[in-house]
Every structure is written in C-alpha cells, then in structure tokens.
C-alpha cells in the first residue's frame, strides 16, 4: 500500500524566504505527482502536476521536483510572502487513478 | 468558466439519518472522484466515476455508503444511517482525463457532522 510522508509537518519562516517542502512515498511505481494547496476551510487548489517521465515543473515562485527512483518530492517556494501561509499537500497517484495524499505540511509566512 | 461545485457546504445530521451530499463537476470532465478529508486521518479515496463505466468503489467504507453519477456528469455521494465516526469534510474533484493522468479538480467540500 503507498504510503505518503510529509516533512516537515509544520513550518514558520519570514517573508521573503525561499524554503522547501519535502514529500517521500514507499511505492516508486506512481503514475504522476501532485501538489495541493489548501486555504483553512476551503478545497484544494492544484498547484503543479508532474507526470513520472518528468524531473520537475515550475509555474511563477513554485517549483516541484520528482525523483521517482527515490520516492521523493520537493516543493520549493521562493521568495515567501503571507498570502502562501496555507498547508501544501503533496499525493500521487500509482496505477490506479486514486491519489493518495500525505497528512500535508502547514506553513506560516510571517511578515 | 465555473468550477467543481458542492452542495450544502455544512450539513448537521444526528445519528442514524440518512444524507445526501452533491457534486457538480466542471462541465465536459468525464472523471469524478469523492474523498473523504478525516481529522487526523489526512485525505482518503472513496469512490471513482469515469465516463459510463461502472464505478470504483473500493474506497467505501462500509456499505452504509452509497454513490451515484447521473448522466455523466451531476454526483451524489449517500451516507445511510449516519455515525459519528463520518464526521468529516467530504471533497468531490473533477478531471478531463481518467486513469488518473490529469490534473484533479477539487470543489470547496461539504463539512457532516453528526451528533
């Protein structure tokens, strides 16, 4: 059964800092990665999805990094501000379709 | 264009009532997905629809649970004879690709809470 683990579990940095989430999943056989972010009370919102044949997508600050033979996952945020104080979820999906999600990583941007 | 809706965004139930919860995915998505999002528990699959074939059911976690996907397209996900243990905020997402190959497209969530 996959297994997905997120460190660290809570994270506090100042604005402006450029900082790395970490993801690792048991079961290297994955289909594609994703991340997630999520707002207290609200869904999900996709952040980047990488596919297996891939090493890393980026889209504006953010960054993903996959190395599949590893089973690890990173996701860099340059240059922090307070709006992306939320909790990043990182999950894959094996050769089913379901994802399977870490417990997810919360992080606090302070001004 | 409008993205994956859920409806009602709170729902409070007391035990042994039956609720129904509803997803309207994004328009033309053949994929729909219902998690369940537990404290303590992280994010769980339940149940997966793709296009007219029947469904994956495998995430369910006990036959009190119950989906359905009418005409392709507007879901509703079953709870009968509700426990407190199925408290929890229930995520349906969208995708124009099955098997898993697109991106996931989640709504806002309905938050159950059963007393």
């Known amino acids: 059964k996959q297994e997905v683990t997120q460190i660290p579990a809570a994270l506090s940095v100042p604005e402006g800092e450029n900082l790395v989430l970490n993801c690792s999943f048991t079961?290297?056989?994955?289909?594609?990665l994703q991340w997630f972010r999520q707002d207290p009370g609200k869904g999900l919102t996709s952040l980047l999805l990488?596919?297996?044949?891939?090493r890393e997508q980026t889209s504006g600050r953010l960054n993903a990094s996959l190395d599949k033979s590893s089973g690890r996952s990173t996701l860099y945020i340059a240059a922090s501000q307070p709006g992306d104080s939320a909790t990043y979820l990182c999950?894959?999906?094996?050769?089913?379709?379901?994802?399977?999600f870490g417990k997810g990583t919360s992080l606090l941007v302070t001004p | 264009g409008a993205g994956v809706s859920q409806s009602p965004s709170n729902k409070v139930t007391e035990k042994g009532k039956d609720v129904e919860l509803r997803c309207d995915p994004i328009?033309?998505?053949?994929?729909l997905y219902w998690y369940r999002q537990s404290l303590g528990q992280g994010l769980e699959f339940l149940i997966y629809?793709?296009?007219?074939?029947?469904?994956?059911k495998s995430g369910l976690p006990s036959d009190r649970f119950s989906a359905e996907r009418t005409g392709g397209s507007v879901s509703t996900l079953t709870i009968q004879r509700t426990q407190q243990e199925d408290s929890a905020v229930y995520l349906c997402?969208?995708?124009?690709?099955?098997?898993?190959?697109?991106?996931?497209?989640f709504g806002p969530g309905t938050r159950l809470l059963v007393l």
């Open positions: 997402a969208s995708s124009s690709r099955g098997g898993g190959a697109g991106t996931q497209y």
């Open positions: 079961d290297s056989a994955i289909y594609n």
């Open positions: 990488i596919q297996s044949s891939q």
């Open positions: 999950a894959v999906t094996n050769s089913g379709y379901a994802l399977n």
């Open positions: 328009s033309g998505h053949t994929a």
């Open positions: 629809f793709q296009g007219n074939s029947a469904p994956d």
